[in-house]
């Protein structure tokens, strides 16, 4: 199902784009569904201009400044909103962006199960605002026999004027057959043979940061619960933490590793398997939300955090400050990566500037877990 949201800008929120006006009298009669809705004429009369005068101000054209605030003020009286199907046919551009993450069927859903995407969307959603342009929003699966089809349709029917795409997972990207030059912006893009618009945050580093924390506070005893073994963002935490130990002359053993799918759950069971094993003296989350679980297990059974067992997130949602003690985790910035991701696709749209990579820089935050 695809979302839609389109800005209010008087109010700075938004609202389903199918939204109408109620229907209320005005110098012309009655507007709304039931009568005729105002149209630039009915503008252009009110305001005492013409119609390509009004269409100027309505559209950013240069006119004179008091004939725009008129103009404007004459649209709003009359609850007039720019045929945006209209706009389409003449400009052929449909004021629209769109998202679409491709989530893996066998895996968590992670878009339904988590704040993860809220954050990135309100990002993209502040320069969608700023930009005056509506907003779609998609999930798909990597398994989906029409997924080309998919993105060929979105190309061709006009329905947007640029893509932000999120694959999550590392497979062939196959459909970038059907994208042609369209505008469009990855998220982390794990094909690298093609030269592709990207914006990412440094995983690698963050999951570094995290390491020489655990190395400076002493722990020796070290475990990690990782993502899914096919997911980009956890494949590069997982070889950065690795690496950085090894560096540092400290083994992290395959009994030491256990590998989780973002939830909660999944952070308590893989807890609950490390004490049984190898009783750790800190574990590193690949994720808040299994950080989370793994702190759950850990006081299920009287355990400390973190003076018998330390214990690391990465992403830094809003349930990292809610656990008690507060978790020490990854800044993954999420907010500022929707930001980035929708500016550099108006970068794309309006100059064919390419290619875009952007990175972003996360932090460490330290708490109360390590």
């Known amino acids: 199902m695809i979302f839609r949201w389109k800005p209010v800008f008087s109010a700075g929120s938004f609202f389903f784009i199918d939204s109408i006006p109620a229907i209320e009298d005005n110098k012309f009669g009655k507007v709304g569904i039931e009568e005729n809705v105002a149209n630039l004429k009915d503008v252009a009369r009110l305001a005492g201009v013409s119609v390509a005068t009004v269409s ?50 066998g895996h968590a859903d992670i878009v339904n199960e988590s704040t993860f995407f809220y954050h990135i969307i309100q990002g993209i959603l502040k320069v969608v605002e700023k ?5 779609l929003f998609d999930v798909k699966n990597w398994e989906d026999a029409d997924l080309t089809e998919y993105f060929t349709r979105r190309v061709h029917d006009r329905s947007t004027d640029g893509l932000i795409i999120i694959p999550q997972y590392v497979r062939p990207y196959d459909f ?10 990855f998220l982390n893009a ?9 914006v990412y945050i440094d995983n690698e580093l963050g999951a570094r940061l995290i390491a020489e924390h655990f190395i400076k506070s002493g722990y020796k005893n070290i475990a990690i619960i990782h993502g899914p073994e096919d997911h980009y963002d956890g494949i590069q935490r997982k070889r950065s933490f690795l690496a950085t130990m090894k560096s540092n002359g400290i083994d992290v053993p395959e009994k030491s590793q256990i590998y ?6 999944s952070g308590h069971r893989g807890a609950a398997l490390l004490l049984e094993t ?26 400390s955090i973190p003076g018998d067992v330390a214990v690391a997130g990465y992403d830094n949602v809003e349930l990292s400050q809610a656990v008690f ?20 696709l108006f970068k794309v749209m309006d100059t064919g500037h390419s290619p875009v ?8 935050l330290k708490r109360g877990t390590a």
């Open 190 to 198: 794990s094909d690298v043979t093609e030269q592709l618009n990207t």
């Open 131 to 135: 930009q005056e342009h509506s907003f």
């Open 325 to 344: 003690p507060q978790l020490t985790t990854i800044d993954g910035r999420m907010h500022d990566l929707g930001i980035a991701l929708a500016e550099n």
């Open 357 to 364: 990579n952007i990175r972003l820089v996360p932090q460490l």
């Open 176 to 185: 970038l057959s059907a994208l042609g030059d369209f505008p469009v912006i």
């Open 260 to 265: 989780g799918d973002y939830t909660i759950e």
């Open 278 to 303: 190898v009783q750790p003296e800190a574990i590193f989350c690949a994720n808040d939300y299994m950080a989370a679980g793994a702190m759950r297990c850990l006081k299920e059974r009287g355990l």
């Open 56 to 105: 100027q101000a309505l559209n950013g054209k240069y006119v004179n400044e008091r004939t725009r605030e008129k103009v404007l003020k004459c649209a709003a009286e009359l609850k007039y909103y720019p045929n945006k199907s209209g706009r389409t046919l003449i400009t052929g551009k449909a004021a629209t962006i769109m998202l679409v993450v491709i989530n893996s069927r």
